[in-house]
């Protein structure tokens, strides 16, 4: 028998691949007879994942569907999935935001729990990472009417994408300038989407 306990390392969407100091060995171990075990939630922050594996003698191995990580189809396999927008509702740009905590809204359209994770930097440090899209809030942006319309990369107009809304916190973000990055990351661990947000925080005793 034997176990292995990889730090800094955290399942991508869908836990078909991983990230970090132990992806490349998690995918050979996989395939010579290593099981999943545990691991961190998607939504941890990848310095604070884990993944806990194990081998077992020829004899005592099983295989159970909900552990086993997905199989990866190759590419020319998987079916083109539809194109990923990403905008930051709120605050607008270069705005001053008084107070030290900095609360966004944010919109995703076409992202999925299995393909897709969206991971915050403030600082270039990952602070907040989402996975569940299931649990936030549909919506539908790009009305003629609304002022935060996603464009259509087909055409000149304002189209209704079907979305998520992503409420994110920054608690003590502190005074000053800051610049955050969101970013949606598919389960090749590419970037698929991203946005930048500059504000400044203002102290709010003047």
Request: with cysteine; aromatic share 6%; charged share 25%.
């Amino acid at each position: 028998r034997c176990f292995v306990l990889f730090d800094d390392t955290w399942p991508s969407a869908g836990s078909r691949k991983y990230s970090g100091k132990g992806g490349m060995a998690l995918s050979f171990l996989f395939s010579h007879g290593f099981e999943l075990i545990q691991q961190s939630d998607p939504d941890t922050l990848s310095h604070m994942g884990w993944v806990l594996v194990r081998r077992l003698p020829a004899e005592e191995r099983h295989i159970d569907g909900d552990l086993q990580p997905a199989n990866i189809q190759s590419d020319g396999d998987q079916q083109k999935a539809a194109m990923v927008s990403l905008l930051i509702a709120s605050p607008e740009q270069r705005a001053n935001v008084v107070g030290t905590d900095l609360e966004m809204e944010v919109v995703v359209a076409n992202a999925t729990e299995d393909e897709h994770v969206m991971v915050v930097l403030s600082g270039g440090v990952e602070v907040i990472r989402v996975s569940k899209w299931d649990q936030m809030v549909a919506t539908c942006f790009g009305g003629e009417d609304d002022q935060h319309a996603l464009q259509s990369e087909e055409a000149d107009q304002q189209v209704c994408h079907p979305a998520r809304k992503v409420p994110l916190y920054l608690n003590g973000a502190g005074l000053g300038p800051k610049v955050v990055d969101v970013q949606v990351v598919d389960a090749d661990h590419k970037v698929v989407a991203s946005q930048k947000l500059e504000v400044t925080m203002v102290d709010p005793s003047g």
